[in-house]
């Protein structure tokens, strides 16, 4: 068989591996002019740049960590990011250090009673229906107002009110002391960067890669090309020229600063979280790999959110009823129109997944293809 792969992202970079190791062949196409999508890691002063926002592998399945592991060796960093509120330094995720900062509790059954108190007066639904019920009905006001309200509300520029609840479920919520942002039992940082793995997927003498092609500008040519199968990984609803409307997305602007002192903040992520600052966090690379890089010498990034257009890069769905409604109206669509069309990743499917979700569905994709 003879697939067109669109996109040098995670899934379809897992998906063209799997096909040329059963001796497929396979072109990938990129419209950027490197390959690993939002993976992408680059390497300045012997720090590992993480050029589209933190990266931290978490997974739960045994299986795709060890798939992974054959593509890099990975470090033990355990994501434990710092919440900073105008000043106020606070631990995440939500647990009893963050609870004795707040309130000076010590047990949990203390802090129980307080975030109880607070949420009697509230008059919650027994079950929420959106962000903000989900996260006072979890935590009561001062967590919500000081770590969640505003940081959620810059993060995807609308009301928490008019979220889905289970952005906020990502999050863990616990009555021990442990800062681990995950509850996965796996977790690290491939030491080196992550975009040796997509290398070495893509190194096969069955393997095209193409970089700095747009397949909207060669469209029909790619649809006529003779390609068996095409695995589109870009926006579903821009592959049929938006004709059923947009889709929402919430885009992001990086800005990243090399500095000449060893330690900046003394931590990977530390997110801000009042409604003022208008950058959502603050990345330090260089702990992610434990101080890897030249002394006096660190790189940090500050994530802004933005409003998606057609001219930005679209970093999430906002999977909420309107927005699911529409893209199952593109999924209907492609089923009726582009038979030899298959949508995968985060944006062909329009799905908020993480990179373990995103290799878990091209393996499946895997497994479907070439069930014969
Ligand atoms: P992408 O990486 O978006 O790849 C799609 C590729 O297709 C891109 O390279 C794009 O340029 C290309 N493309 C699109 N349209 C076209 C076209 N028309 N022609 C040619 N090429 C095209 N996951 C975690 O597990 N842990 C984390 O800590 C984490 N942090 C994240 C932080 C941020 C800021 C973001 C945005 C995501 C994060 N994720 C995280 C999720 C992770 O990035 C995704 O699961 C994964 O990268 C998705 O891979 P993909 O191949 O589906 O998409
Ligand atoms: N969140 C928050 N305060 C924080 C961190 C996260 O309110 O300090 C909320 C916010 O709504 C965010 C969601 O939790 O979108 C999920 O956070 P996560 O860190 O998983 O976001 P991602 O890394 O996917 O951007």
């Known amino acids: 068989m003879k697939y067109l792969v669109v996109g040098s992202g995670l899934f379809g970079s897992t998906f063209a591996y799997e ?13 950027k002019s490197h390959i690993g ?5 680059k390497n300045i002063d012997g720090i590992n740049v993480h050029m589209y926002g933190a990266h931290i592998f ?26 900073n509120y105008n000043g106020e330094i606070y631990n995440l995720p939500f647990n009893m250090n963050t609870f004795n900062k707040l309130w000076g509790v010590k047990t949990p059954k203390e802090a129980q009673n307080k975030i109880d108190e607070q949420r009697k007066s509230l008059n919650l639904p027994t079950t929420p229906t959106n ?7 979890l935590a009561g006001t001062d967590i919500y107002n000081k770590l969640i309200k ?13 979220l889905p609840s289970f952005i906020i479920r990502r999050l863990p919520f616990r009555f021990t002391y442990n800062n681990n942002y995950f509850n996965d039992p796996y977790q690290g940082i491939p030491i080196g960067g992550y975009t ?31 390609y068996d199968k095409i695995i589109f990984t870009g926006m579903i609803d821009q592959f049929f020229n938006y004709k059923l409307g947009e889709l929402e997305y919430r885009s992001l602007r990086f800005e990243t600063e090399e500095m000449d002192v060893d330690n900046y903040q ?22 992610f790999e434990f101080g890897s890089g030249e002394d006096n010498k ?37 089923n009726s129109e582009a038979k030899n069309v298959i949508f995968g990743g985060r944006l062909g499917q329009y799905r908020y997944y993480n990179m373990d979700q995103t290799i878990m569905a091209a393996l499946n994709l895997v497994s479907h293809e070439f069930s014969n």
Do not use: C
């Open 266 to 287: 003394g931590n990977a992520v530390v997110n801000y979280t009042d409604s003022k600052t208008p950058y959502t966090r603050v990345i330090e690379h260089k702990h």
């Open 58 to 83: 978490h997974t739960s399945m045994k299986n795709i960590w060890d798939y992974v592991n054959q593509f890099a060796e990975f470090n033990n960093y355990i994501n434990s990011p710092i919440a």
């Open 37 to 41: 999508g939002n993976i992408y890691t």
């Open 196 to 226: 040796q793995i997509i290398e070495k997927m893509l190194k096969s003498d069955l393997i095209s890669v193409e970089l700095n092609t747009d397949f909207f500008d060669y469209k029909d040519k790619y649809l006529n090309s003779g």
């Open 150 to 162: 505003g940081y959620t509300e810059k993060q995807w520029g609308r009301k928490a009110s008019e």
């Open 298 to 334: 660190t790189i940090v990034t500050r994530e802004y959110p933005q409003n998606w257009d057609r001219t930005k890069e679209p970093y999430y769905p906002i999977n909420n009823k309107k927005n699911r409604e529409l893209y199952k109206k593109y999924v209907n669509l492609a």
């Open 131 to 137: 962000l903000e019920e989900q996260a006072l009905s």
């Open 19 to 31: 096909a040329a190791k059963r001796g497929h062949n396979v072109t990938v196409i990129e419209k």
